[in-house]
């Protein structure tokens, strides 16, 4: 019997989230059909019991169930009984821990989950990305008092994205757009100049990737964003603001993403 849609079932059993085995199990059922297929993960299992009763739901329904047990006692188990039961189980991670262990010569740790274990590191840089999606565009000038850098220029000036590779390496990146029309916020002159950081551009580079952005966008290209006399204009005042606060202004004109975000980083290793 298979499941109630008539699709073949797959349970997935794991010690952890199950991830791992799902995402295996999805690689294989693609060289079939996919959209065939249910699956059903069972997360967390560290018992006897909880693998009797998957054991019992694969008999009913004509089901496989692929695994993860990293603990050799609950793998063993889970084998014996499914052959007893004439259910078919697949071990995906026991043949790769015995074949490791071989290589390392030296057991395992046989604790579950640590692929997902989470150091100081991640959650720095998780912090760091959320920091850079809540204070993009100027959206909020407290963060400014927060951020570990502040970028500034006009639009185009690649402000987001850097804000983003910054935040990959654990900096915490706000970036303030500056039009002429809209006074920077006050946060903005009371910052430590050295946190700060202006991007600047030649008028000719802004024009081409203005132009750009227009089109991608089905606009006319001559619209004033993109006008020699509006950019002109706006580096002006842009520059009048980086000199007001004393930061260190970088020109972005010929400069990948990851050349300027390495000037900055040099920049704030330094004591």
Not at 78 to 91: N, R, S
Not at 123 to 148: Q, T, W
Not at 173 to 184: D, F, Q, S, T
Not at 197 to 221: D, F, H
């Amino acid at each position: 019997m298979k499941s109630l849609n008539g699709k073949p079932k797959v349970y997935i059993v794991s010690d952890s989230v199950g991830e791992t085995a799902e995402l295996v199990t999805k690689a294989a059922a693609s060289q079939f059909d996919l959209s065939q297929i249910e699956l059903r993960r069972i997360p967390y299992v560290e018992d006897v019991a909880t693998i009797n009763e998957v054991i019992s739901m694969a008999k009913d329904s004509e089901a496989v169930i692929v695994f993860t047990l990293v603990v050799p006692e609950l793998r063993e188990y889970l084998l014996t009984e499914a052959k007893k039961a004439h259910v078919k189980a697949i071990d995906i991670m026991g043949p790769m821990i015995d074949g490791l262990q071989v290589l390392f010569r030296d057991p395992p740790r046989f604790r579950p989950g640590m692929v997902h274990q989470l150091d100081e590191d991640y959650f720095r840089k998780v912090e760091a990305i959320e920091f850079a999606v809540k204070y993009d565009d100027g959206r909020d000038p407290r963060g400014l008092l927060r951020a570990d850098v502040i970028l500034i220029g006009v639009s185009r000036t690649s402000k987001t994205p850097l804000s983003m590779y910054l935040a990959h390496k654990r900096v915490k990146a706000a970036n303030v757009p500056l039009v002429p029309e809209v006074a920077p916020p006050e946060e903005l002159f009371k910052v430590d100049p050295e946190r700060c950081v202006g991007l600047t551009i030649t008028p000719e580079k802004l024009i081409e990737i203005r132009s750009e952005r227009l089109k991608s966008l089905g606009l006319e290209v001559q619209a004033n964003y993109a006008k020699l006399e509006r950019i002109k204009a706006e580096l002006a005042y842009a520059q009048q603001v980086m000199e007001r606060i004393g930061c260190q202004v970088i020109d972005v004109s010929n400069k990948a993403v990851e050349e300027t975000a390495n000037i900055i980083l040099e920049k704030l290793r330094k004591p």
